[in-house]
């Protein structure tokens, strides 16, 4: 079974610096999806980005981008220039790229601070 | 496109009693998901349709739960004999077919068994 490991269970940041959110996985397949989804409080959770793990590219979604590194089974997540918006519960979340491969595997979080 | 809606939006219940959560999908997504998530913890997955087949359940779906999804469209989840280890949040998701990546969630239903 896949698993998911968040080690950070919080983290801080000042407006407009960067932080970086740790993520690693197990798994014994060659092709998944990684996700990092986004939790406001008392709101629903969102996506932030994704990456297909045949990709070597790493994927950028404006002010967020990940490093994916495939063999040390890393998937991190940078938010530059962040905002108050930023400030969330943040999952990293592994699917399956097989036929049955439908739900997500999700870690237990980081719940990020933005400081003003 | 509405999003995902899930009603009631909070239940308070008493232990041993019986609950049925809703959730209507995104209109021309196919597949529905159903996970719990506990206060600090990350969501888990309890079951999936696709339409209105039931493809899959997690071993934490106890045979007090049940899931349905009717001609395809609206799911309920139903839990029965309450116990105080069933006070979560359930969250609902749905996509629109295997091909596609994200999963839209909608805002819960947060139990909380007395």
């Known amino acids: 079974a896949q698993t998911v490991t968040q080690s950070q269970p919080e983290m801080s940041v000042q407006e407009a610096e960067t932080v970086t959110l740790s993520c690693t996985y197990d798994?014994?397949?060659?092709?998944?999806?990684l996700f990092w989804y986004k939790q406001p409080p008392s709101r629903q959770m969102i996506l932030v980005i994704r990456?297909?793990?045949?990709?070597?590219q790493n994927a950028t979604e404006n002010r967020f981008s990940v490093n994916f590194q495939k063999a040390a089974k890393s998937f991190s997540l940078k938010i530059s220039d962040s905002q108050l918006g930023d400030a969330a519960m943040y999952f990293c979340?592994?699917?399956?790229?097989?036929?049955?491969?439908?739900?997500?595997?999700f870690g237990a979080g980081t719940i990020l601070r933005v400081k003003s | 496109d509405t999003g995902v809606s899930q009603n009631p939006r909070h239940k308070i219940t008493k232990r041993g009693q019986n609950v049925t959560f809703r959730c209507d999908p995104i209109?021309?997504?196919?597949?529905l998901y159903w996970y719990r998530q506990t206060l600090g913890q990350g969501p888990e997955f309890l079951t999936y349709?696709?339409?209105?087949?039931?493809?899959?359940k997690s071993r934490l779906l106890s045979d007090r739960f049940s899931a349905e999804r009717p001609k395809g469209s609206f799911s309920t989840l139903e839990i029965q004999r309450t116990e105080q280890g069933d006070s979560a949040m359930y969250l609902c998701?749905?996509?629109?077919?295997?091909?596609?990546?994200?999963?839209?969630f909608g805002p819960g239903t947060r139990l909380t068994v007395t």
């Open positions: 998701a749905s996509s629109r077919g295997r091909l596609s990546y994200e999963q839209y």
């Open positions: 990456q297909e793990a045949y990709k070597q």
């Open positions: 209109s021309e997504h196919n597949r």
């Open positions: 979340a592994y699917r399956s790229a097989m036929e049955y491969g439908n739900k997500l595997v």
């Open positions: 349709f696709q339409n209105e087949a039931q493809l899959e």
């Open positions: 798994t014994s397949e060659s092709d998944y999806y």
